[in-house]
């Protein structure tokens, strides 16, 4: 119980809101392959271009660092994706839906991840978690969809 609340404190940050109060915001957990990502993307110029369909049915394309992963990317240009345990394998809500033959491309799927699929609302044969999928050549060209509903069970 004790390491559960250390990694709780650990994950908020708190910053000054002026005198006599403080603030608590919820801080992006790091995680190793996190810092792998961003390391590689430090190095990386290379872009590849895909496009996201959100719930309602709209398309945005996007420009996308190797590396990166897919809840970033959306994140960065304002994509609804909600990613509620913000990348940590530990929801569901980041789910999306693959293009068959991308899905294929895709690197295994470990066992941690199909155990949070099995939680996804709208689950599919080509459903992974946007955390866990990092961006690749192979994404080139193809179209990822956001379900149109999550599970946020935190």
Do not use: Y
């Not at 404190?9 to 996190?34: D, I, K, L, Y």
């Not at 993307?41 to 496009?51: D, H, I, L, Q």
């Not at 491309?105 to 939680?119: G, H, T, V």
């Amino acid at each position: 119980m004790a390491s559960v609340m250390r990694a709780a404190v650990a994950r908020c940050a708190v910053r000054a809101a002026g005198p006599r109060s403080v603030v608590m915001r919820h801080a992006q957990p790091r995680t190793s392959s996190s810092r792998h990502a961003a390391a590689l993307r430090a190095f990386s110029t290379e872009k590849v271009t895909f496009t996201f369909i959100d719930a309602e049915g709209e398309s945005t394309t996007v420009a996308a660092t190797l590396g990166q992963s897919l809840l970033d990317v959306a994140h960065e240009n304002d994509i609804e994706l909600e990613g509620a345990c913000g990348g940590e394998l530990a929801c569901s809500t980041c789910h999306l839906v693959f293009e068959k033959e991308l899905f294929e491309k895709l690197p295994e799927i470990s066992e941690e991840e199909e155990d949070m699929l099995d939680l996804a609302w709208g689950l599919t044969d080509t459903s992974r978690l946007g955390c866990q999928i990092k961006v690749t050549k192979d994404l080139e060209g193809t179209t990822v969809r956001v379900p149109d509903e999550s599970n946020n069970l935190m």
